[in-house]
């Protein structure tokens, strides 16, 4: 037995490098930066959820296994290291998911590396770097206001997304050729990833069936596919309920508006974000356009992508909940699996690359920006924990 786990520690090095330094990362956000990110925060919520003995409340999953992990004791600072260590569990998963599935299809040693990529990958916050050059002087963060791949400051949204990537993967190889197996891991990764977050669900919801109806049109394999929006819509209405209606309703609710889409203000605030934020996903469709139109998984991010930023736009909560941005969450989701596209689409072998219109020409100008976002990501990190503020 000892044998065997030190053969798999070996094999799998990588992976243990990277949890030790996501785990010395959220170390340092939790008990240094503290409430500059939302960490301590969701600790309190875990012990207000034991306190109050609502435990299987609202999206509860991660709140509840803080408290397995303490013990349901409620001590504050053990409470901080469960979820630090929740958080760096949960983007360990996220490197090896994606590293697994990148092994599939191109050498172990660039699937390392693509899948380090994934973990930083931001985008260029053109207005920020202007302000030295008297441009855009009212730009003051990297961050708020931008639609980006990655954060590091939620920790619900860091804890739901291993669940999303291996629905997502599993959901893509169903495009291909329909799996009753495949169909229940897509369920399970599904209900997983509402109970910690919802937001991955508001955009797979809408995404999903459009393509699975356009696989298998109106036949057995549609209807059986929307088993797992079925489960994870229950999941959600559970969540509702216990949100909006648990002991009676504080005040707090939901609207959608979308008058303010037709104003110049909005487009004037929103507008300049939006171009910079979708600058190498514009690039990338530029050059692989002919190629990438057929491509089902392409329309699935498309289709993810238009609708997490557009419910970011229109959809707000009111009373209490307000401020909490809640509907920002499924953009950025949706963000970083347009990245996660673009580098799975442009990393191929030499024999799917001579297919492509522009050979490795094209290939070679999104690797060279994918590489510098990748690097703005590691900037921006690195800007966060030295200023110990998130914007």
């Known amino acids: 037995m000892k044998d065997r786990i030190k053969d798999i520690i070996r094999k799998n090095l990588d992976a243990v490098g990277i949890f030790v330094f996501m785990l010395c990362v959220f170390s340092y956000i939790m008990f240094v930066i503290k409430w ?5 925060a969701h600790v ?9 003995h609502r435990l299987f409340s609202t999206n509860f999953l991660m709140y509840f296994l803080v408290n397995v992990l303490t013990f349901f004791t409620g001590y504050k600072y053990p409470m901080r290291a469960a979820l630090v260590l929740l958080i760096a569990l949960a983007n360990t998963a996220k490197y090896v998911i994606v590293r697994n599935a990148f092994t599939e299809w191109i050498p172990a040693k660039t699937a390392k590396l693509a899948s380090v990529a994934m973990l930083f990958v ?8 202007l302000k030295p050059f008297g441009i855009f002087l009212s730009a003051d963060n990297m961050y708020i206001g931008y639609y980006v791949p990655n954060v590091w400051h939620n920790s619900t949204i860091l804890c739901m997304m291993p669940f999303a990537i291996a629905c997502y993967l599993w959901s893509v190889k ?7 197996t495949r169909n229940k891991y897509i369920t399970l990764f599904l209900v997983l990833s509402v ?27 549609f209807f059986k596919s929307l088993l797992p929006l079925l489960a994870g819509g229950l999941c959600l209405i559970y ?10 309703n504080d005040g707090s609710g939901i609207v959608i508006d979308i008058m303010q889409l037709f104003t110049i203000d909005f487009w004037k605030s929103h507008g300049l974000y939006l171009v910079v934020s979708m600058s190498l996903p514009l690039l990338f469709l530029i050059l692989y356009a002919r190629d990438i139109y057929k491509d089902r998984e392409f329309w699935f991010v498309l289709i993810m992508a238009i609708c997490g930023i557009g419910m970011m736009w229109c959809c707000k909560e009111t009373g209490p909940r307000a401020a909490h941005g809640n509907f920002n969450w499924q953009a950025i989701a949706a963000m970083w699996f347009v990245y996660l596209y673009i580098l799975k689409t442009t990393i191929r072998t030499n024999e799917e ?3 492509l219109s522009w050979g490795g020409y094209s290939r ?3 690797l060279c920006a994918f590489g510098l976002h990748v690097v703005m990501g590691a900037v921006y990190l690195g800007k966060f924990l030295i200023t110990n503020n998130f914007g």
């Open 174 to 180: 169903q495009f291909e050729e329909y799996s009753e």
């Open 195 to 221: 109970l910690v977050k919802p937001s991955f669900y508001f955009v797979y919801v809408i995404a999903y069936p459009i393509i699975i109806l356009n696989r298998y049109g109106i036949k057995k394999e």
């Open 36 to 40: 500059e990110s939302d960490l301590c």
């Open 364 to 366: 070679n100008v999104i």
């Open 44 to 52: 309190y919520i875990a012990n207000e959820m034991l306190e109050e």
């Open 122 to 129: 931001y985008i260029i916050p053109l207005m920020y770097f």
């Open 239 to 248: 969540e509702y309920m216990t949100i909006y209606y648990n002991g009676g």
């Open 353 to 355: 690359r001579a297919a």
